[in-house]
């Protein structure tokens, strides 16, 4: 493929017998390497986009999540607590009791999703650090304290304390109950909570989360033992296969155990059907971008018909001379590919380096975050090259071989 690609290089370079084909070649270059660009740094911001949510979703989801697959509550006993937390690899867990409840503070009133959990529950993940005012602590002696998501303290204004001030009241329906005309409240069990801290994680959990002890959900829902689920922290060095696997033998059948990217499974998929929906419609429009060339083979085949003489007189057959056009072709869908993908790695790397373009105010990231991953790379020299190939191949095929035939017949 030497002499193809040497005679190739040297017509791409060379001034076309007539401007028009110099200008398309260059508007087909140009064309490939805008797209190629696009493509790039489209697919980069969603990858920085998913990053982004990634890390704030996993900063709040435990590493396994192990729940009833049938039901809402489940009860495990204490020798099976005991094995589960002796799990090589875990390096915490937590009961877990979470129910929907409503909060009032003075006039004001929600319906949160109330999460009781351990007093030393801020190991689970480092939750403490998403702490936006007050402090991470869920019991002080014998008072139950509460952490509000930054969206129910907006609500409720509620005043974070700094000692027992008992703020909240928190009301849920007696179970087995019938609610009462006369007296609504002798349905409803009712008890009171500080708010000593807000968190903020970026994520729908803001909007109606709060922190409680579990031994307060459960005298408050009057449950029992009753658990809705156990999340697990693993240390660096587990392998997520093996304690998956050693937590659903010890648990058994009945049960549903997710990771951190499982519980948010919906999200995430979302996510990813976005991003190569854009990816198929920056492909497509490569695709329009390609019928430039297509235009520019046949006319390039046009401008070299009396060079056909000169390659059949030095001994040139029908196959050399389609390799030099498709050689021609490539390295001009080549030198665009590369030179968008160059170019599109300048902008990415500029943005995250300078962070250029900014969203509005009132956002959790101020500036768009990319990331740029092999991937994509290899993922967008396949769309180029199966975009290319067609369009480079179909003119020649059709064009050479005609005025092959024809300078055969002269001769």
């Known amino acids: 493929m030497k002499l193809p690609f040497f005679v190739a290089r040297r017509y791409f370079f060379a001034r076309k017998s007539r401007q028009l084909i110099q200008l398309i070649s260059w508007v087909s270059l140009l064309s490939i ?3 190629t660009a696009a493509l790039f740094i489209v697919l980069s911001v969603f990858n920085g986009l998913q990053g982004f949510v990634t890390d704030k979703f996993n900063g709040f989801h435990a590493d396994l999540e192990l729940s009833s697959r049938e039901g809402r509550d489940f009860v495990l006993t204490s020798e099976q607590l005991a094995a589960l937390r002796g799990i090589e690899g875990v390096e915490y867990m937590s009961e877990v009791c979470t129910d929907m409840a409503v909060i009032v503070c003075e006039d004001r009133q929600f319906i949160v999703n109330l999460k009781g959990v351990e007093a030393d529950y801020a190991r689970l993940k480092q939750i403490d650090t998403t702490v936006y005012s007050g402090q991470f ?3 002080f002696g014998e008072y139950p304290l509460a952490v509000l998501g930054r969206g129910v303290e907006q609500v409720l204004q509620a005043p974070i304390a700094d000692f027992v001030t008992n703020s909240l009241r928190v009301y849920y329906p007696k179970r087995g109950a019938s609610l009462s005309a006369a007296n609504p409240m002798q349905s409803l069990n009712s008890e009171s909570l500080t708010p000593v801290g807000s968190f903020f994680s970026a994520t729908d959990y803001d909007e109606n989360y709060v922190f409680a002890p579990i031994s307060f959900v459960r005298r408050l829902t009057g449950r029992q033992n009753e658990l809705t689920s156990l ?29 951190a990217f499982q519980q948010e499974s919906e999200l995430y998929k979302a996510m990813r059907t976005e ?3 854009i990816f198929a419609i920056l492909s497509f429009i490569l695709l329009i971008a390609s019928f430039n060339m297509i235009g520019m083979m046949a006319l390039l085949v046009l401008d070299k018909k009396q060079d056909l003489g000169i390659f059949r007189a030095m001994g ?25 993908l160059l170019i599109g790695f300048v902008c990415c790397y500029l943005q995250q380096t300078f962070h250029f373009i900014r969203f509005g ?24 090259i199966c975009v290319l190939i067609p369009a480079v191949l179909w003119p020649v095929s059709r064009l050479s071989g005609q005025l092959f035939r024809e300078r055969m017949r002269h001769e």
């Open 33 to 35: 390497t805008v797209c």
């Open 137 to 139: 602590l869920l019991q």
């Open 231 to 259: 999340e697990f922290r693993l240390s660096p060095s587990a392998s997520l296969r093996q304690v998956t696997a050693a937590v659903e033998a010890l648990a058994g059948e009945g049960f549903v155990l997710k990771d």
């Open 275 to 277: 991003k190569w929906a």
């Open 316 to 340: 040139a057959d029908l196959p050399l001379i389609r390799k030099i056009f498709i050689a021609e072709g490539m390295l001009i869908g080549g030198i665009g590919a590369v030179s968008g």
């Open 361 to 384: 105010e009132g956002y959790e990231v101020s500036y768009y975050p990319v990331a740029m991953h092999w991937s994509d790379v290899v993922g967008i020299f396949a769309v180029v």
